[in-house]
């Protein structure tokens, strides 16, 4: 080549014009920038799941980073999030007994709605977001579901507080 450097000059902002639109970071918008996260509300019949789902939610906004925790009084937004499911699905069994099972998927599912303090409008919603964890069936089943609960509930945190953050 004759002139690398008039042709590097033309190709690279080709190359690169695909990555315009790509934005780095949150997609929230400008005003939203603190939220506070109440008590996550349990609709269904399995008992104190609420405390590890909540837990889990705080603890995915603080990784993430896109919104700073405050207090109600102080937040640009209120996260609301309701468990509506709570289940078991047997995932794999005993070699040779189909009616035995030895690892079960642990299932959440939760709607929530992030809203702006300041007028009530919606920032963010989502009907049904779904987290799970896939465990051994070990001793008895409270045992094993007390064990599966906090990384399900980690990845149903994850999973609302990538849809609040990429929703736009």
């Not at 949150?26 to 269904?44: C, F, G, Q, R």
């Not at 995915?60 to 700073?68: P, T």
Request: glycine fraction near 4%.
């Amino acid at each position: 080549m004759k002139h690398p450097a008039i042709v590097c000059a033309v190709l690279l902002p080709l190359l690169f014009s695909g990555c315009a639109a790509y934005r780095l970071g949150s997609m929230l918008p400008a005003d939203v920038k603190t939220v506070y996260v109440p008590t996550v509300i349990n609709e269904t019949s399995e008992p104190l799941i609420e405390q590890d789902v909540t837990r889990a939610v705080l603890s995915q906004v603080q990784m993430d980073g896109s919104l700073r925790l405050a207090d109600e009084s102080l937040a640009d937004t209120i996260l609301e999030v309701h468990i509506t499911r709570f289940w078991l699905d047997p995932v794999a069994y005993v070699k040779g007994e189909s009616s035995t099972a030895n690892q079960y998927r642990m299932s959440i599912r939760a709607s929530f709605v992030l809203t702006r303090r300041a007028d009530n409008s919606i920032v963010a919603e989502a009907p049904a977001v779904n987290g799970w964890y896939d465990f051994d069936f070990a001793g008895d089943m409270t045992s094993s579901k007390a064990i599966a609960l906090r990384p399900a509930a980690e990845d149903l945190g994850r999973r609302i507080v990538d849809r609040i953050v990429q929703y736009w």
